[in-house]
């Protein structure tokens, strides 16, 4: 028998806690619920969790910094992630996903807008009526219906939205595309502001490829305008 998909959801309002558990176990979850900050650091580190849920204003540690954590944290760094507060303001929108989270979704909200983006976020199943796509660029391949990025044997381990990022420019290899289209196009989020939340997902991709491929680069700055996907061999 296959085990139930795993959920952790870190909220200090026990209400809202409780009613997250309820919409996610109605959808096979099994939920581990946290009420603070450290708390929920604490649980994702002892078990594999498939999404994490987590509330920006939280007790002990809060939310921005559990995000960047667990971001940074090898075991973490790749599993699904929705911020779920009742900050509505842009900035905090931009902080929380310039940390790490996938999608943001601000309280109150609807169960079904909630499930949602959840299965939004989380549908990564082959189509096996479909052919299998593989992207290949030098060592690096890309295989989108499974949200897996391999540099050789090797996998690296992306974010959905890092992966997402890094399939828009290879799908349109040797195009410079804006930061502000970028965002619009990945997140669906037309932000007039900072862009800054593309800059920092760009870091992350360069930083994992690298760790697999310290010869090769694979996104280019246009500096003023935006990046675009180009492989260059690293000078040694």
């Given amino acids: 028998m296959q085990s139930a998909r795993q959920a952790l959801v870190v909220e200090d309002d026990n209400d809202i806690g409780e009613l997250v558990r309820i919409v996610l176990r109605a959808e096979a979850f099994e939920v581990d619920l946290a009420h603070d900050g450290q708390e929920g650091l604490d649980l994702a580190m002892q078990k594999h969790y498939h999404l994490i849920v987590l509330d920006l204003m939280l007790p002990k ?30 900035a905090d929108k931009v902080r929380g996903l310039e940390a790490g989270a996938d999608d943001y979704i601000t309280k109150p909200f609807r169960p079904r807008e909630f499930l949602a983006r959840v299965n939004a976020l989380l549908r990564r199943s082959v189509d096996y009526n479909q052919p299998v796509e593989i992207l290949q660029f030098g060592r690096l391949e890309l295989l ?22 890094l399939l828009l420019l290879a799908r349109q290899a040797g195009r410079t595309l804006r930061r502000e289209q970028l965002l619009e196009k990945v997140w669906d989020y037309n932000y007039p502001g900072s862009t800054r939340t593309v800059d920092e997902h760009v870091k992350r991709i360069r930083q994992k490829i690298a760790l697999a491929d310290p010869h090769s680069t694979y996104i280019q700055t246009v500096w003023g305008v935006g990046y675009k996907f180009e492989v260059k061999q690293k000078d040694v």
């Fill in 61 to 90: 540690v809060d939310g921005w910094e559990v995000c960047r954590r667990l971001r940074q944290h090898p075991q973490t760094r790749s599993t699904p992630m929705i911020m779920l507060t009742a900050k509505g303001e842009e």
């Fill in 144 to 165: 989108p219906q499974s949200y897996q990025v391999n540099v050789g044997t090797q996998q690296v381990l992306l974010t959905p939205k890092e992966f997402e990022l």
